[in-house]
Each structure stands twice: as C-alpha cells, then as structure tokens.
C-alpha cells in the first residue's frame, strides 16, 4: 500500500525553530508538497521538492531524500500564526496526491 | 494559479436529505478532485471529475451516495445523498494546472447531519 507518515502533534516556542518530518512510500514519485491549514480552513500551498535537497522560501525550508522517502519541513522565526496543520503529500507514479494525515503544530509564546 | 469559489460554506443537515457542493474555478481546468476531511484527519480523496465523462470513484465512496456532475471545465457540483450523521465532515474540491502542479482549493463546506 501507500502511505505517508508525519507526527500527530509537535510544540514549539515562538522565535524558534522546528522542523517537520514526513516519511513515504508511494508507487512511484513525482513530486511532494507541503501544505498549511488553519482550523477550519482549507490547505494552503508551502513548498515544492521533486530533486533532492533543500528549498528555501523565505522563513520556511524543505528538504527531500528521494533514497530514503524523507522531508522535512524547516520553520525558522517562529510567529503565532504559524499554529496550524502542516501536511505533507506525494504525487505518485499516476500523478495521484496521497496526503499524510497531518501535524499540528502548537505555538508557545 | 487558480481561485476557487465553493458553496455553502456550511450548512446543518436533517438525516435522509441531500445537499449539493458547487465549485467555480476563474480558469478552465481538465479535472477537478473531490476531497472529505473529517475532524482531526487526513483530505481523503472521493472521485475525480472529468468534463463530458463519468467521474471516477474512489474505493469506498460510489456514485449512487456521491453523484458528481461536470458540465463544462470550470464547474463541478458534488451531492452528498441521503445523508446520515457519519457523512458529518468538511468537503473541499480542488484543482490542480498540471502533473507538476499544487493543488488549490476551494474554502470548503462544513457538513453537519443531524
């Protein structure tokens, strides 16, 4: 089967750093994203990886290990808004997203 | 990118009834995706709308309890059908531009069946 894994919760403090792990195994890659969504919003675009390595989009980074079916997400400066669900998704060998289920990331001031 | 106008937004339910979703995309796109989000959990895929074909089902989700109509290639509707407590959850549709692309999606519709 395919599946993406990514933990349930994490806690950070505001002005920190926290980084994000999501784990796959799809048939076959195309591509992950990572997406942001507000309780009770829908899911907002992030970031990109289809090469392995790091992509940096102002306070936020992410990273691919295409061998390992590994990401990352990097949040750097922690602010309060960033309290939310960080998802992670794989486009597969038909260019089919599977989503992982989600972390909900808890700001601390 | 795209921008997507989903209606309702929410709506409270009595069991038995149905509701209809519609999407509107400001651009003309070839498939449009229909995702349930229950509380807490992952966007669980529903079907795959084509214009001027069936739509495609996921395992698990069938067309008598989830018709789906595509008339042209900015518009999708997704009906929920005889609607029971369980079918309680956030619907979202969404598109995508191309095999590389992101998904965007429309605000969502907050179901609840009573």
């Known amino acids: 089967g395919q599946n993406i894994d990514q933990p349930t919760e994490m806690t950070a403090t505001e002005g920190a750093i926290v980084q994000i792990n999501c784990t796959y195994q799809?048939?076959?890659?195309?591509?992950l994203f990572w997406y942001q969504q507000h309780a009770g919003e829908a899911p907002t675009f992030l970031s990109y990886n289809v090469l392995d390595g790091l992509e940096e989009k102002g306070r936020f980074s992410s990273f691919l290990s295409r061998s390992k079916g590994y990401s990352y997400l990097l949040l750097k400066e922690l602010q309060m808004k960033d309290s939310a669900s960080y998802l992670c998704a794989v486009k597969n060998s038909n260019y089919q997203l599977i989503w992982g289920a989600g972390t909900k990331l808890i700001i601390k001031p | 990118s795209a921008v997507i106008s989903q209606k309702p937004s929410r709506d409270i339910c009595q069991r038995g009834t149905s509701l209809t979703i519609q999407c509107q995309v400001d651009?003309?796109?070839?498939?449009m995706f229909w995702y349930r989000q229950q509380p807490g959990q992952s966007l669980t895929l529903i079907a795959t709308a084509n214009q001027g074909s069936e739509a495609t089902y996921e395992s698990g989700f069938v067309i008598d309890k989830f018709p789906i109509s595509r008339p042209n290639l900015t518009f999708s509707t997704l009906t929920v059908s005889n609607m029971s407590p369980e079918d309680s959850s956030i619907y979202l549709c969404?598109?995508?531009?191309?095999?590389?692309?992101?998904?965007?999606f429309g605000q969502g519709t907050r179901l609840t069946v009573v």
């Open positions: 651009s003309q796109v070839t498939m």
């Open positions: 969404s598109v995508e531009l191309g095999e590389g692309s992101e998904a965007f």
């Open positions: 799809t048939s076959g890659f195309n591509g």
